[in-house]
């Protein structure tokens, strides 16, 4: 079930692929007694690592020997070496890799999330500024794993804007007001939505599969023509509303319906993409203060991480280990 983009990169179709998982929930006292100390962690990354693959990063080769009285991997063919986190999300960090599972196991194993400034606390941890990095390349991971993606079948797309502080650069100019005010950030949101023949009574027409949602810097055609081709299938079936902005949709997938929708009818008309863009802004506003326009994409991505996984909270864990095992760290900070 796999499909390739424009560049030549495979999608997989994430209901497929979550569907093979069969891993057990792992509670807090199952996690205590799992990974007891920094060994049992580090086992536990090596073991995924090596069953995820390993590719020299001078040469390419996938083929190496373990280097136990270095901790490191020695390449069979050109000899040269790297650590255990070299390649990987932890790539270059200095935190322990207790650290590191603490974290991610904070952060699956409730609906809700955590904030940098909580596990620092919980980790006990003297410098915020390291514990803020590690929360955003975990952020990042889920993002690029859910990037691996798209969507397809029937769906709704439309954008939403979410508060965020008035950049440095914009400091001084004139307050715009509506969707051209500077404390709005602009934001594409994609669900999966298929029909439902008989509803029950008191329930929604549509029942909501996965969703994707990306920062854009404007609403020209050609921004959400790109964001399109790299998230959603040709094959969909696409509702939108009447905006100047998805003019070229018809020509990405097979049906593009776009719709006169009244603003009292929107919820009605588009149901899904808007509960999604409600909650995702409620989430925010109850977990975090004052979240910048550069990194809002990091909080949205572990938003839609999570949504796309609300039935199999039990191995949420387990895909987000396998998520920074494959996913290195590429995030530039521009934080002081």
């Not at 998982?21 to 995924?48: G, H, R, T, V, W």
């Not at 969707?179 to 939505?193: A, D, I, Y």
């Not at 995702?280 to 506003?285: N, T």
């Not at 004052?290 to 895909?319: S, V």
Request: some cysteine.
């Amino acid at each position: 079930m796999k499909h390739f983009n424009k560049y030549g990169c495979p999608y997989i179709h994430l209901k497929y692929y979550l569907c093979r998982s069969n891993f057990q929930y792992m509670n807090l006292i199952d996690f205590a007694e799992k990974f007891p100390d920094e060994e049992s962690c580090k086992l536990k990354f090596k073991e995924i690592r090596e069953r995820e693959g390993i590719k020299c990063r001078k040469c390419g080769h996938d083929s190496h020997y373990w280097k136990r009285d270095k901790e490191m991997y020695e390449c069979k063919k050109c000899g040269s070496r790297m650590s255990l986190k070299s390649g990987t999300v932890m790539h270059k960090s200095k935190l322990s890799f207790r650290y590191w599972f603490i974290a991610m196991h904070l952060l699956t194993s409730t609906r809700k999330t955590f904030s940098a400034k909580e596990i620092q606390r919980q980790l006990g941890h003297k410098r915020y500024e390291p514990i803020w990095q590690m929360m955003h390349k975990l952020r990042n991971a889920m993002g690029k794993r859910d990037d691996g993606y798209e969507l397809y079948g029937e769906m709704e797309l439309d954008d939403g804007f979410f508060s965020t502080p008035v950049s440095k650069e914009q400091k001084g100019e004139p307050l715009k007001r509506g969707r051209g005010s500077q404390k709005k950030t602009k934001v594409l949101v994609m669900t999966e939505s298929e029909k439902v023949d008989a509803p029950k009574e008191g329930k929604k027409n549509r029942k909501v599969g996965h969703i994707k949602m990306k920062v854009i810097d404007d609403l020209k055609s050609t921004t959400i023509d790109s964001i399109v081709a790299q998230c959603i299938s040709e094959s969909a079936h696409l509702t939108t509303d009447d905006s100047t902005s998805y003019v070229n949709l018809d020509n990405m997938v097979e049906e593009h319906e776009s719709k006169v929708v009244p603003k009292k009818e929107i919820n009605k008309e588009l149901p899904w993409v808007h509960i999604a863009i409600t909650n995702a802004k409620s989430w925010l506003q109850a977990n975090f203060h004052k979240i910048e326009r550069d990194y809002l994409q990091y909080y949205l991505d572990e938003f839609c991480y999570n949504f796309n996984r609300r039935y199999l909270i039990n191995n949420l864990f387990d895909r987000l280990l396998v998520a920074c095992v494959t996913s290195k760290n590429d995030i530039r900070y521009q934080r002081g």
